[in-house]
């Protein structure tokens, strides 16, 4: 894997200082196991031997544990920078290129492939450790006698080979395992986030369990329990080759070679020895090979997220003369196979300036979110371009073009965390938004954490809207943000916070279906089927808005 090899070439000192105390402890674990077979052989075991023994097993000791926790810790290093690797990479992809990953699968990736790693590579440290007692043992055994090792090395090796052939039709099912974690993280992404609708409707839960998820687990049981199987059957017979090779030097070696009982002896205790690390590494095989395919599945996924820096140069798309954001022709379709007809917006023309208040309207699919994509950066035009304060946005610059937005979505995400909290008392901006907004006998700010978020849906987007109200940032959308708020809340949006940004010289783009609260935008822009249908400019008695509404809200005067 890429990283771990990057991982391995930066910290070579610490590998070899594993390497180096891995061999020590293998070669001081062989010679154990020859001081033991000595103390049993010998008639006289003396002081010196003792002595040597436990010098011996405090050496082990100490060279394995130094040797598994320098490997543990680069390990654990590789996992951390995968991990923060995939997350900066995460947030530098297109959202497009995201949403054509799917969420379940970018899920299964950064929590189950990570952990299958993760669980491989603390394997990793102890097989090391093992491979190394294993050489020792056979060198051992070569100074002992090279015909009885060749014997046993010989028959050893026709043992792995015999294990890699029997391990090609498991290794074939681990590949559709994995693909079959996917499904089964689908399907339970649906039953999680649809629990409601599941619960109301019982007959379609028990539809969705049983004929959905129960056949998905079903295959996923079959397909290991055939992979573990083989396994454990490959692990079982190298273990009876084990037994075999013990009888074939106890009993018919002797037959044809004169051995020495001392000798055969030892070469029994040693082999009875190695049966735990053989058995340990062959136990760790199938992880390894299940961490494989999860490691191609992060390289994969590594590949296809762009390579992005957090850094910003600050100083893009700054100007002194007043602010201008213009699209000129831009289009962008869906790729919609299935689909009758394919969605698409535009070709649209359009220029939003500074203290502007724009009201995108129309009707469910007629493109108001994904033309607010496209203005916010997150989708690129396919065709036209966008420019802000006359420069003209590429994909060099696209990300600062993006730091000039702050966005509340329709879907929005409310982050528990606030920015730089305590950047010029931004807490108490906080906090005085938050009791503005009517949310101060509900939620305060604690160690720069908004208190609480099991909150309704629009109490959490008065929190996003303060969230966004603290970017501070030049141009403002909003996808619906009314949309959830009780008629109060509401009439201090469109009256009270809109103008208020408005004076503030931001440029506020709001998606909105309340017609009654159009006299406050500036411009009023109308979507259908895609294309910009009419566009109206600021209607009379604009102060009249949203009359319908009694406020009887204590700050509605004072906001913000
Ligand atoms: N991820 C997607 N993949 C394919 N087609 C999509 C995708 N998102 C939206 N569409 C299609 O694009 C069209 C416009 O969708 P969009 O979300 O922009 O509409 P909207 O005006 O915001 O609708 P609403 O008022 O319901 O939120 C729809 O017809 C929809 O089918």
Request: charged letters at 15%.
């Given at each position: 894997m890429q990283m771990i090899k990057q991982l391995v070439k930066q910290s070579w000192p610490l590998m070899l200082l594993a390497t180096a105390t891995g061999i020590i402890s293998g070669f001081s674990g062989a010679s154990l196991v020859k001081l033991i077979s000595d103390g049993v052989t010998s008639q006289h075991a003396s002081v010196v031997m003792a002595g040597q023994f436990f010098a011996l097993c405090a050496v082990f000791l100490g060279t394995k544990l130094v040797s598994e926790f320098v490997l543990m810790s680069l390990t654990q290093e590789a996992v951390h920078k995968i991990r923060l690797d995939l997350s900066r990479k995460l947030i530098a992809t297109p959202v497009k290129k995201l949403q054509q990953l799917g969420q379940p699968q970018l899920l299964a990736i950064m929590t189950n492939d990570i952990a299958t790693l993760v669980q491989a590579l603390?394997?990793?440290?102890?097989?090391?450790?093992?491979?190394?007692?294993?050489?020792?043992?056979?060198?051992?055994?070569?100074?002992?006698?090279?015909?009885?090792?060749?014997?046993?090395?010989v028959s050893l090796a026709a043992g792995l080979v015999a294990y890699q052939l029997a391990e090609r039709a498991p290794l074939r099912?681990?590949?559709?395992?994995r693909e079959q974690m996917d499904v089964l993280y689908r399907n339970f992404r649906g039953l999680i986030e649809g629990s409601r609708e599941l619960q109301l409707n019982m007959a379609r839960g028990k539809q969705f369990v049983e004929q959905v998820i129960a056949p998905d687990s079903l295959a996923f049981k079959t397909l290991y329990l055939q992979t573990m199987r083989v396994y454990a059957l490959i692990s079982n017979l190298n273990n009876i080759l084990f037994y075999l090779l013990i009888g074939l030097l106890v009993f018919v070696v002797p037959i044809w070679f004169k051995i020495n009982a001392g000798l055969l002896t030892t070469f029994v205790l040693v082999l009875l020895f190695l049966m735990r690390p053989i058995n340990d590494l062959l136990y760790a095989v199938p992880v390894i090979r299940q961490a494989g395919f999860s490691a191609a599945k992060i390289d994969q996924l590594d590949g296809a997220l762009s390579a992005g820096s957090i850094d910003l140069n600050a100083s893009a798309f700054k100007s002194p003369h007043k602010r201008s954001l213009v699209l000129k022709g831009i289009a962008h379709h869906y790729p919609a196979p299935t689909e009758d007809r394919q969605f698409m917006l535009g070709p649209v023309d359009l220029c939003m300036e500074e203290g502007e208040i724009i009201f995108i309207v129309g009707g469910n699919g007629s493109g108001k979110t994904t033309l607010a994509m496209l203005i916010?950066?997150?989708?690129e035009p396919e065709t036209g371009e966008i420019s802000l304060n006359g420069q003209t946005v590429t994909e060099q610059n696209i990300v600062e073009y993006r730091q000039?937005?702050?966005?509340?979505?329709?879907?929005?995400?409310?982050f528990e965390q606030l920015l730089e909290v305590d950047r010029d008392g931004m807490s108490e901006r906080a906090m005085h938004y938050i009791q503005q907004l009517g949310m101060a006998h509900k939620v305060s700010i604690t160690d720069g954490k908004f208190s609480t978020l099991n909150l309704s849906t629009g109490q959490r987007k008065r929190l996003a809207l303060v969230s966004a109200y603290l970017e501070d940032r030049p141009i403002y959308l909003f996808d619906e943000w009314a949309a959830d708020q009780d008629p109060v809340f509401k009439k201090i949006f469109y009256t009270e916070l809109l103008p208020d940004l408005k004076r503030r010289g931001k440029t506020v783009l709001v998606i909105t279906h309340d017609d009654a609260y159009f006299p406050c935008a500036d411009r009023v822009v109308k979507l259908q089927d895609g294309h910009l249908h009419s566009i109206t400019g600021k209607p009379q008695g604009v102060?009249?808005?949203?009359?319908?509404?009694?406020?009887?809200?204590?700050?509605?005067?004072s906001m913000l």
């Amino acid at each position: 894997m890429q990283m771990i090899k990057q991982l391995v070439k930066q910290s070579w000192p610490l590998m070899l200082l594993a390497t180096a105390t891995g061999i020590i402890s293998g070669f001081s674990g062989a010679s154990l196991v020859k001081l033991i077979s000595d103390g049993v052989t010998s008639q006289h075991a003396s002081v010196v031997m003792a002595g040597q023994f436990f010098a011996l097993c405090a050496v082990f000791l100490g060279t394995k544990l130094v040797s598994e926790f320098v490997l543990m810790s680069l390990t654990q290093e590789a996992v951390h920078k995968i991990r923060l690797d995939l997350s900066r990479k995460l947030i530098a992809t297109p959202v497009k290129k995201l949403q054509q990953l799917g969420q379940p699968q970018l899920l299964a990736i950064m929590t189950n492939d990570i952990a299958t790693l993760v669980q491989a590579l603390q394997m990793l440290p102890p097989a090391f450790g093992n491979l190394v007692v294993i050489t020792g043992c056979l060198a051992y055994m070569f100074w002992l006698s090279w015909q009885l090792a060749l014997i046993t090395t010989v028959s050893l090796a026709a043992g792995l080979v015999a294990y890699q052939l029997a391990e090609r039709a498991p290794l074939r099912h681990m590949f559709g395992l994995r693909e079959q974690m996917d499904v089964l993280y689908r399907n339970f992404r649906g039953l999680i986030e649809g629990s409601r609708e599941l619960q109301l409707n019982m007959a379609r839960g028990k539809q969705f369990v049983e004929q959905v998820i129960a056949p998905d687990s079903l295959a996923f049981k079959t397909l290991y329990l055939q992979t573990m199987r083989v396994y454990a059957l490959i692990s079982n017979l190298n273990n009876i080759l084990f037994y075999l090779l013990i009888g074939l030097l106890v009993f018919v070696v002797p037959i044809w070679f004169k051995i020495n009982a001392g000798l055969l002896t030892t070469f029994v205790l040693v082999l009875l020895f190695l049966m735990r690390p053989i058995n340990d590494l062959l136990y760790a095989v199938p992880v390894i090979r299940q961490a494989g395919f999860s490691a191609a599945k992060i390289d994969q996924l590594d590949g296809a997220l762009s390579a992005g820096s957090i850094d910003l140069n600050a100083s893009a798309f700054k100007s002194p003369h007043k602010r201008s954001l213009v699209l000129k022709g831009i289009a962008h379709h869906y790729p919609a196979p299935t689909e009758d007809r394919q969605f698409m917006l535009g070709p649209v023309d359009l220029c939003m300036e500074e203290g502007e208040i724009i009201f995108i309207v129309g009707g469910n699919g007629s493109g108001k979110t994904t033309l607010a994509m496209l203005i916010l950066g997150l989708y690129e035009p396919e065709t036209g371009e966008i420019s802000l304060n006359g420069q003209t946005v590429t994909e060099q610059n696209i990300v600062e073009y993006r730091q000039n937005f702050s966005a509340v979505f329709a879907d929005f995400h409310l982050f528990e965390q606030l920015l730089e909290v305590d950047r010029d008392g931004m807490s108490e901006r906080a906090m005085h938004y938050i009791q503005q907004l009517g949310m101060a006998h509900k939620v305060s700010i604690t160690d720069g954490k908004f208190s609480t978020l099991n909150l309704s849906t629009g109490q959490r987007k008065r929190l996003a809207l303060v969230s966004a109200y603290l970017e501070d940032r030049p141009i403002y959308l909003f996808d619906e943000w009314a949309a959830d708020q009780d008629p109060v809340f509401k009439k201090i949006f469109y009256t009270e916070l809109l103008p208020d940004l408005k004076r503030r010289g931001k440029t506020v783009l709001v998606i909105t279906h309340d017609d009654a609260y159009f006299p406050c935008a500036d411009r009023v822009v109308k979507l259908q089927d895609g294309h910009l249908h009419s566009i109206t400019g600021k209607p009379q008695g604009v102060s009249n808005v949203g009359a319908d509404t009694q406020t009887d809200h204590p700050h509605a005067a004072s906001m913000l």
